[in-house]
């Protein structure tokens, strides 16, 4: 089946830093990517996606290369606003075991950055 | 262009109650709809998703059922809620066929199980 891993939180940063949070995945065939951002008691927004292979998404600062050798699509930006403090999602959309398409979601991971 | 909508925002039931969440989209038709769960600080859990009126799939056994009376209209619902039951739900949506079809989501109901 299809599965989605992402690095456990939480990350801590100072503003202005560097981000990474890795999203590595497991599907059958060639799925589409997606990053998604949970605020503080709302629901998700998609961020980006990247539906093949060397694809690179990017939205409001964040990137992610979607890299079919080491399937993996990590999320990347180059300095951090005290306003990105959220959940991340990383997920795939891929052929579920009952045959239809759905998402598969990573279990998220919390980005905290301090001033 | 499209919305989506879930009600209510927040909900507070007792042990055995039944339960009814609402989910409407606008602006598009035929949309593949979803509900997911989301326990605190966990990730989401589909539970049902829909390709079409009365066309329900359930990707979990559980205590919550789901119908889809009309095209934009996705309801959750439960006969007797159980403590476990409590969490967050989301509603969402997208657009039939391409795998590159990105799910759009409301804002949730946060429920919680006296």
């Known amino acids: 089946g299809n599965s989605v891993t992402q690095m456990e939180g939480p990350v801590t940063l100072s503003e202005e830093a560097f981000l990474t949070i890795n999203c590595t995945y497991t599907a059958t065939g060639y799925p589409s990517l997606f990053w998604y951002v949970q605020y503080p008691g709302e629901g998700l927004q998609l961020l980006l996606k990247a539906t093949k292979a060397d694809d690179k998404g990017s939205n409001k600062g964040f990137e992610a290369t979607y890299r079919k050798e080491t399937t993996s699509f990590h999320l990347e930006k180059g300095s951090v606003q005290v306003s990105d403090s959220a959940v991340y999602f990383c997920a795939l959309s891929g052929i579920m075991d009952t045959g239809r398409r759905a998402l598969t979601f990573g279990s998220g991971t919390r980005l905290q950055v301090q001033p | 262009s499209q919305t989506i909508h879930q009600w209510p925002a927040t909900l507070v039931q007792p042990v055995g109650s039944p339960l009814s969440l609402e989910c409407t989209v606008e602006g598009t038709s035929n949309p593949n709809l979803y509900w997911y769960r989301q326990a605190a600080g966990r990730g989401l859990q589909l539970l049902f998703y829909?390709?079409?009126?009365?066309?329900i799939s359930s990707e979990v056994p559980q205590n919550l059922s789901a119908s889809r009376p009309q095209d934009r209209q996705f309801i959750l619902s439960s006969k007797k809620l159980l403590l476990s039951d409590s969490g967050f739900y989301l509603c969402?949506?997208?657009?039939?066929?391409?795998?590159?079809?990105?799910?759009?989501f409301g804002d949730g109901t946060r429920l919680s199980i006296l």
């Open positions: 969402a949506w997208s657009r039939q066929g391409a795998r590159d079809q990105p799910q759009h």
């Open positions: 829909s390709v079409g009126i009365g066309q």
